[in-house]
């Protein structure tokens, strides 16, 4: 039976978009039949209704290009700034979707994307989604495109740091990405063999930082690697966070919940400069020389690693299979080495942190790289 499918990439890119759009589109027309509408820009396109043919010839020479060929924006479809107000186009989303006879809306995105293509799903639109994203925190998928290659670029980074630390006798911090999850600063800083890792699940204390690099000193190693999460925090930093996300849920009025979020916001924007601030304490503490590299969007640009182009293209094609089974409001999640699909009400508004106890961090502390944490090795764990 024909169908009509519309397709979309939300949030910020990352590597292995345009081959999920590829599986997605291949395997939907070459074996069931399907038609392809791509609107630009995420959602945005969809309040507007900038469309694009997705046909065989668009979908030609793609799998290995970076980006999205069909655009992307953080535009939430509740919340979208239109004539300089902000707007809930929730139905001018659902009018688009009837205009093109869609049967249903492919959404390609991260944690906020779940969301978004909940609140679509309840509006009465047949909606299925793909986790991408390099910070690899959508929850409910064993992983999630676009990680991967991010992975692959910040060890590679790390990896590169070591011999002009070395040959200065430096300590390099590296900031890479990952939001409020620490995915890609623990496997980087582990693949790497990163000195000190810090993500924002295990709260650090500088001191213990400078006393690990103080300790390298002694050791005779004159240079120390600090691999660092974005969203990192000090024990300090991460009881004020805690204090205003508890303001924030307990908030009894409006106008209390708009000052308590309007405080967090500014708490992460003050943040954003905390690893020049780390370096620079670091450099004080321990009278090393030190440096910051921040990786920045360097991690998501560019082709996909191997391994992301096969999930994207298993997941697109997972995607295909359900949309001809008439499966939706869902989303199609990495599991083993197949996929499954999850009620995007299980998905929506959780995040896949990182688990202080999980085996890269405990195979990290083994190898003796320091959480900047009041960990200390007991018997068994290999020390
Ligand atoms: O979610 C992906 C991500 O790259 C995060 O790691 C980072 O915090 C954020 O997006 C950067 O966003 P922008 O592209 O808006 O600068």
């Not at 300590?171 to 890479?176: A, F, G, H, L, P």
């Not at 691999?227 to 908030?251: M, Y």
Request: glycine content about 12%; some cysteine; proline content about 3%.
């Amino acid at each position: 039976m024909h169908r009509q499918i519309g397709i979309l990439t939300s949030g910020g890119d990352c590597p292995g978009l345009n081959a999920a759009l590829r599986g997605v589109g291949k395997a939907g027309q070459g074996c069931f039949d399907m038609h392809l509408v791509g609107f630009r820009d995420g959602f945005r396109g969809m309040v507007q209704d900038r469309s694009i043919d997705v046909d065989t010839r668009l979908l030609s020479g793609i799998l290995t290009d970076g980006g999205t060929i069909l655009g992307t924006s953080r535009d939430k479809p509740h919340r979208m700034p239109i004539g300089g107000k902000v707007r809930n186009m929730i139905d001018a989303v659902v009018e688009t979707y009837e205009r093109h006879h869609l049967d249903a809306l492919v959404c390609i995105g991260g944690g906020g994307t779940q969301k978004n293509a909940l609140r679509l799903k309840e509006a009465g639109l047949h909606v299925i989604t793909l986790p991408k994203t390099i910070d690899n925190d959508v929850a409910c998928t064993d992983v999630s495109f676009g990680f991967d290659t991010a992975l692959g670029i910040a060890t590679e980074a790390v990896d590169r740091l070591h011999s002009t630390a070395m040959s200065h006798s430096r300590v390099i911090v590296v900031e890479v990405m990952g939001h409020r999850a620490g995915w890609i600063a623990l496997g980087a800083g582990l693949a790497g063999g990163a000195d000190v890792i810090l993500v924002p699940e295990i709260p650090y204390n500088i001191e213990k930082v400078a006393d690990a690099i103080l300790a390298r000193s002694r050791a005779g190693k004159n240079f120390s690697i600090v691999a660092v999460a974005e969203g990192a925090l000090s024990a300090e930093q991460a009881k004020t966070i805690e204090r205003l996300l508890t303001g924030k849920e307990s908030a009894a009025t409006k106008e209390e919940r708009r000052a308590a979020s309007m405080e967090l916001q500014g708490f992460h924007r003050k943040h954003v400069n905390h690893t020049l601030e780390l370096t620079r304490e670091l450099e004080k503490i321990t009278g090393l020389e030190s440096r910051l590299t921040i990786l920045g969007h360097l991690q998501r640009g560019g082709t996909p690693s191997a391994a992301d182009r096969i999930l994207a293209t298993r997941m697109g094609t997972g995607c295909a299979e359900l949309l001809n089974q008439g499966v939706h409001g869902v989303m199609v999640a990495a599991q083993g080495s197949g996929t499954r699909a999850v009620p995007l009400e299980e998905v929506a508004g959780k995040k896949n942190l990182v688990p202080p106890d999980h085996p890269w961090v405990i195979s990290a502390r083994q190898v003796g790289t320091c959480f900047g944490d009041e960990y200390t090795p007991t018997a068994g764990t290999g020390k």
